[in-house]
């Protein structure tokens, strides 16, 4: 029944501070197996005595499928509102169930081309992995690292280990160029040659990577990040409007067709201001007069 | 948490005879997902077996594709949580040729859940429902009168006796007399059991209770409604005291003979065997696991054991014997 | 928990103005405790100065002593509370000499809460608080139309306009002009707005929403009805999106002049700053924290503070120019 | 404000089993000082997230004053539901939340009388401390501690320090005389010449020990156990038909008017199968009809 998909009750075994967030890693019995890059998990919080009902999703940061505990899984959490405290106030043993692998994975090129990754924030968790992917099939990696300041980037070390180059900014100019990744992209892409340019952060920058990729003749493959009440495809509240094949826009779910979507499918034109309207010519927009 | 409540019991429990009589419908088991709960069974199929259920239950279709309201389209609430979807569904058409075959492929007995904006409507989706070539593993159609998210309020069937009875002569004018239909109805209302009359009246062969209630979340940040929809459906086990009281109301007007015997579907806060316990002994005949799923995607089947291991524990042979206990237990 | 939410903003918070104006009575603060969710003020004054509150409503005085019901009296439920106390009280005789004049001893703004179980019981009772010695402490009365509690369901006056409109009617008529009434409003009906159309077209000078909700809990050991009145009311954060949305709904029907524009005064589910921020911005003009006071008997006191705070972090120089505020600022 | 009743973050600093039931020390600061043997104190659990709003209310076991942690409050608490198996399952340095000392002590007698105290289950565990209280003004003390098995009983050893004498009972004879308390509340009632007998357990326990208490002309002082949603007197949950002086019966709080009250002056009568029925002589009874 599972299809690759297991829910496990899961035990922590390590919890470490890294900057403003926290390193979890849960043991996870068969999740790694069928895990790849850009897929996520589904976490419960609270424990039998919560009134946080829906799980809390974490990019994989990375899976090891064997060793001393059987199969592990890490994420990188910002604690947040009530659910992401809880998680990283645990302490190593207590446990947590755990769905997962979810979604659909980065799709990896068939060429050694050269990439690039950009990561906002907490987002650069699931690129380490996926470099090492790349690389392993003869991508040269770049990667690129914003955030709002130094404490709110994760991972430059883990960067400098698995990439070509690494490439940092922060909004105040506390590590690396002052300003965003979009200001450095164009170059980084140019400079490197790059034919993909994978992202991971918030709506606003994916934006902005898929602007800078087509401007630069590259392919964006972002994962967005969407509210999400089930994760599992089951609830319709994780959809955003996205063109598909046939050239039609529909609000299609992110928890089961994304969360990684190529950047040109999305319809950005229909976010502002924190909401997302249906696109008037969306299959089934709501007429006027409304359904 | 995920555990069976119980340990006990659990060879007694498979004992325990958990068919029950849905108007006519002689399910294995009483357990069901909840419409809008479990999409159309694919995604949850990789958590638990759908023929393990007595019946899956189907997102509300209506009969054109609807891509739903913009987002958020959710909010976490205390126990529960805040939806307004805005019935997203492929249409009766795609629906019955991708869906319910892909349902009818995998044995799942199958309570199709439908919508329409004007009774019309209703009657044209089941229509087209019972002209499908899938329509074999139908077990039930839910007549989904009470929708809050629906754009105008003002259209909500189930606030109405006689909008909900129109609805549900309609439909049951255009299936077969041995498919059950099933008004699903909203607690929204002043009186619940006037509704229930006029849709007993019109032809439901039972009643499903309840819909979400009318709810709504502030975001504290922005001071502007969470939801994109404004106002959405609460759901979950903070609801469930509502559940239990509209299945105890309804009961209670059946036995005091103010409304024909007719089968509860109970639905509303069901997260444990005990939680489902409590729909059963109120006078659900059925149960359906929504929200909790969202939590456990296995919870749907993990409750209905639970529900078996508490049942065998109490001395109940037959689930069916459980059905209302709580009327005959008040001082 | 029990803390500050934020710690930021507390200089700032102290120079946000949190007075407000609640149909003539002029209070220091929003904030103020529920009705038979703080007794009549001695317990709780042990955890905080009643002065500090912008009002100490009063547990629901009725015309004669009331032994309530039997026990069990409540249950817990996911993130709530059921209760069925049936209204226990002194009487109002007793109420004006000993209670009231205690509060009014300790300096606090009282709004008493009365019911009856005729509309001419509420009259009796308004016109003997009116010619009570201690009546001067008294900022408003509160005219509970609303309890699920009292035997009849038949008898919930707020289920009907027109028996809430007469009620409201009587109350008013014994009442000083300058002594605001408000009608307690249940949100266990079809149309809220029409029930408020009713009150305030009798002369309510302001609303109070909600109530609780008619629910039910069942003992799945016993496998009977949990509190002995059967049904209960259900409270708490689990129903906080109900009350944010009956107030939102009837403070819309005010903008689009549906309905004339009067106070409301919020309730339901306020455990927090945040929560009561969710109230006000929907169109409460103040807030009372019930249930919330059982987990903190400090809570009425401290959710002031907090809500004072988050409206100097979003820049609010008056808490009145946060009421209402989300209805600015949808799309 | 507080007259004597403080609210205070409770830090758990040692928790052990003590057979069926888990012996919990809490700091409690300012607590002991008003606290006096019957008085109970009302914890939060579940932590920020629970969906568990209502505190749950525990006997006072015992207080220290001072002392490194400045003032601490133990219980002994039966894991039953959420709360209790949340409470039982804290570890050391967690906290909570811990409002007291809350209702009314146990009287002490004004002359140096012999006392019989007995005790059902885990409500035995105010009773060393108030068997301290007693011979302090020079009481012999008597205690009788009956359970179900030999695990439920509480504190057999304790008792044997603090207690001139002491009878055990068990159900299943696991420990002691077999059969209930009720059973050896004569005998030891007429051996000591008990003038007062206190209780603290079941109420079925509670309303024999009245009996038996009447019968031998001793009086009876009973801590009743009622469902509380809030412990300090505000929501009238926890009340039960009590004789008043004046001879009416009411519906009494026993939060806050007990929930130490004279045995004959509770209405035992009200109680059956778990329900308690509101006496048609009480002020303000439903009349026929209903309210
Ligand atoms: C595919 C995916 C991958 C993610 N990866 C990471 C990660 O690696 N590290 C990390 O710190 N965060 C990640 N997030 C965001 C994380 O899920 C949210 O921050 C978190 O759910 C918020 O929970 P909370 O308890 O802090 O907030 P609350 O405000 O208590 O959350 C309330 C509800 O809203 C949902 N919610 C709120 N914000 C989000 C959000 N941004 N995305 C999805 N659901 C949300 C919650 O799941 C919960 O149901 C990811 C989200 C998605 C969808
Ligand atoms: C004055 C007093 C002293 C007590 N002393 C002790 C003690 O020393 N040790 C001990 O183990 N227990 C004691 N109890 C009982 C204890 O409070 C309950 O067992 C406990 O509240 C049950 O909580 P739960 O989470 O296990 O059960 P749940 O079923 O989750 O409780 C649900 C709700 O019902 C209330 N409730 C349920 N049972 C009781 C009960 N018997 N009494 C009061 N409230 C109840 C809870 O407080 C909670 O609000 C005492 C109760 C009272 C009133
Ligand atoms: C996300 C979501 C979507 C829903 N969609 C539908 C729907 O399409 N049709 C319907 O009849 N009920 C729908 N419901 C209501 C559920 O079927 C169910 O009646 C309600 O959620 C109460 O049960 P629960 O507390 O177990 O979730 C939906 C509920 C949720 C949470
Ligand atoms: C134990 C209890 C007793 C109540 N008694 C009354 C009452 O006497 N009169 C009244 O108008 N409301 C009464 N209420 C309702 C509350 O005043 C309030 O409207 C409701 O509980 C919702 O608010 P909350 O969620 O903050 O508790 C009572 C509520 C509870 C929990
Ligand atoms: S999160 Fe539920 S469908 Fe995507
Ligand atoms: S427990 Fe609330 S009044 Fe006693």
């Keep these: ?65 064997s060793g001393t505990y059987g199969g592990t899984v890490d994420v990188v959490v910002s604690a947040k509102g009530a659910g992401t405290q809880w998680l990283t106030a645990l302490r190593a043993h207590d446990e947590t169930d755990i769905v997962g692998p979810l979604g659909r994975p980065f799709p990896l090129p068939t060429e050694p081309v050269p990439c690039v990754l950009v990561g906002g924030g907490y987002g650069s968790a699931p690129l380490f992995w996926l470099a090492e992917a790349l690389r392993e099939r003869g991508c040269a990696v770049h990667l690129v690292l914003g955030a709002a300041t130094e404490a709110r980037l994760f991972g430059v070390v883990e960067g400098r280990r698995c990439a070509d180059t ?117 299959v089934g927009a709501p007429r006027a007069g409304g359904h | 948490m995920t555990m069976l409540e119980s340990a006990v019991g659990v060879s007694a429990a498979t004992s325990v005879d958990m068919s029950t009589d849905l108007g006519g419908a002689v399910l294995p088991s009483p357990m069901m997902t909840a419409s809008g709960c479990a999409a159309n069974g694919r995604e949850l199929h990789r958590f638990l077996d759908l023929r393990e259920l007595g019946a899956f239950v189907t997102k509300t279709v209506m009969a054109q594709p609807r891509s739903g309201r913009g987002t958020p389209r959710m909010a976490e609430t205390p126990s529960g949580m805040l939806n307004s979807i805005g019935l997203q569904g492929p249409g009766i058409d795609a629906f019955v040729t991708k869906d319910l075959a892909w349902l009818r492929s995998v044995g799942a007995r199958v309570l199709v859940s439908i919508a329409g904006n004007t009774s019309g409507e209703f009657a044209d989706v089941a229509a087209r429902l019972r002209a499908s070539d899938a329509f074999d593993c139908v077990v039930g159609v839910e007549v989904n009168i009470s929708c809050p998210n629906v754009a105008n309020r003002g259209l909500v ?71 994109a929809g ?22 209670a007007a059946m036995l005091e003979g103010r409304l024909p015997r007719v089968p509860i579907i109970g639905v509303g806060g069901v997260r444990t ?20 799923a969202f939590n456990d995607p296995g919870a749907p089947a993990r409750v209905g054991r639970e529900l078996q291991s508490l049942l065998a524990e109490r001395g109940f042979a037959r689930f069916s014997d459980a059905v209302g206990v709580a009327h005959e237990r008040i001082a």
Tied chains: 1, 4.
């Design chain 2, 273 to 292: 065997g005990r939680d489902a316990l409590e729909l059963v002994a109120a006078g659900a005949s059925a149960v359906q696991v929504g929200t909790a």
């Design chain 1, 166 to 282: 690494v490439t940092v900014t922060t909004d105040d100019g506390s590590l690396g160029h002052r300003g965003w990744v979009s200001d450095v992209l164009p170059g980084v892409i140019r400079d490197s040659g790059a034919a993909v340019v994978y992202g991971c952060g918030p709506m606003g920058m994916l934006r902005s990577v898929t602007e800078v990729a087509a401007a630069e003749g590259a392919v964006a493959q972002v994962a967005v990040e969407e509210s999400m009440a089930c994760g599992v495809g089951v609830c319709m509240t994780c959809v955003l409007p996205v063109r598909g094949n046939d050239g039609l826009t529909r609000m299609v779910r992110s928890c089961v067709e994304g969360p990684v979507f190529r950047g040109d499918r999305v319809r950005w034109d229909a976010f502002s201001d924190g909401l997302c309207r249906v696109p008037a010519d969306a």
């Design chain 1, 1 to 65: 029944m599972t299809a690759g998909v297991v829910q496990v009750n899961g035990e922590l075994i390590a919890t470490r501070r890294a900057g403003a967030y926290h390193h979890l890693t849960f043991v996870a019995p068969g999740l790694a197996e069928h895990a790849r890059p850009g897929q996520f998990v589904a976490l419960t919080v609270g424990g039998p005595t919560a009134a946080t009902l829906l799980r809390r999703c974490f990019s994989i940061h990375r899976v090891s499928p």
């Design chain 2, 157 to 227: 069937f189930a606030c109405d006796p006689l909008a909900s009875g129109k609805t549900v002569a309609l439909v049951r004018e255009q299936l077969p007399r041995d498919i059950p239909i099933f008004a699903k109805l909203t607690p929204d209302v002043t009186d619940l059991v006037s509704i229930a009359q006029a849709a007993v009246k019109a032809g439901a062969d039972g009643l499903t209770m309840v819909n979400t209630l009318l709810g709504m979340v502030i975001d504290t940040d922005l001071l502007r409604p969470q939801v």
């Design chain 2, 230 to 251: 404004v106002t959405g459906g609460l759901s979950g086990p903070a609801i469930r005291p509502v559940a239990v009281r509209a299945i105890w109301q309804v009961r």
